[in-house]
């Protein structure tokens, strides 16, 4: 069964500092989509980035970055220079088929001011 | 240019009761999905759409049933609530599976 992990149910960082979620999903596919989203304390679910796994280089969204290692099936969420605004559940998602993602647990982070 | 809302954002039921939830979207997105939101869990499929006239089950389908009537809305209806059902649903659209969901802002329902 396809499978996706997010290992860290809440991560701590210091503003300013720079912070890595991870995430890794089981997939037989070779081509499909990565995503990762924010829902902050307002319960709003906004898309924070997009990879495609056929691209080889790593997505990028101003701070935020990911880090695509496609053999180890590995997604992480890169925040560098954390801001108060960070605060949030991030979850990361893949399609299950050509109709479904499947999302992950999620990760709290905490920005320490 | 509203994106996509969701009414009502709170609700109360008792166990048997009925209710729906409407979500509407304004982006002519062809894509449309109901998820529930249970605490430490991520987001789960309950039913979705691909198109006006069609839906699906998702991963939790069970209590749930759903209509797309009109393209731009996605209906959710509980027949008989149980307390099972007390979570937080929301509604999303795209325009495929491999772009952005745009989501309304929940619904919090409560079933005594």
């Known amino acids: 069964a396809q499978t996706v992990t997010q290992s860290q149910p809440e991560m701590s960082v210091q503003e300013a500092e720079t912070v890595t979620l991870s995430c890794t999903y089981d997939?037989?596919?070779?081509?499909?989509?990565l995503f990762w989203y924010k829902q902050p304390p307002s319960r709003q679910m906004i898309l924070v980035i997009r990879?495609?796994?056929?691209k080889q280089q790593n997505a990028t969204e101003n701070r935020f970055s990911v880090n695509f290692q496609k053999a180890a099936k590995s997604f992480s969420l890169k925040i560098s220079d954390s801001q108060l605004g960070d605060a949030a559940m991030y979850f990361c998602?893949?399609?299950?088929?050509?109709?479904?993602?499947?999302w992950g647990a999620g990760t709290k982070l905490i920005i320490k001011p | 240019n509203a994106g996509v809302t969701q009414t009502p954002k709170f609700r109360v039921l008792k166990t048997g009761q009925s209710m729906t939830l409407l979500c509407a979207q304004d982006?002519?997105?062809?894509?449309m999905y109901w998820y529930r939101q249970d605490p430490g869990m991520g987001l789960r499929l309950i039913h979705y759409?691909?198109?006006?006239?069609?839906?699906a089950k998702g991963e939790v389908p069970d209590g749930y049933n759903v209509s797309r009537l009109k393209k731009q809305n996605f209906l959710l209806g509980l027949e008989s609530a149980a307390p099972s059902q007390t979570s937080v649903y929301f509604c999303?659209?795209?325009?495929?599976?491999?772009?952005?969901?745009?989501f309304g802002p929940g619904t919090r329902l409560t079933v005594l």
């Open positions: 999303a659209s795209s325009y495929s599976l491999y772009n952005e969901q745009f």
């Open positions: 982006m002519n997105h062809e894509y």
């Open positions: 759409s691909v198109g006006e006239g069609t839906t």
């Open positions: 997939t037989s596919e070779s081509d499909y989509y």
């Open positions: 990879q495609e796994a056929y």
């Open positions: 998602a893949y399609p299950l088929n050509n109709y479904q993602l499947i």
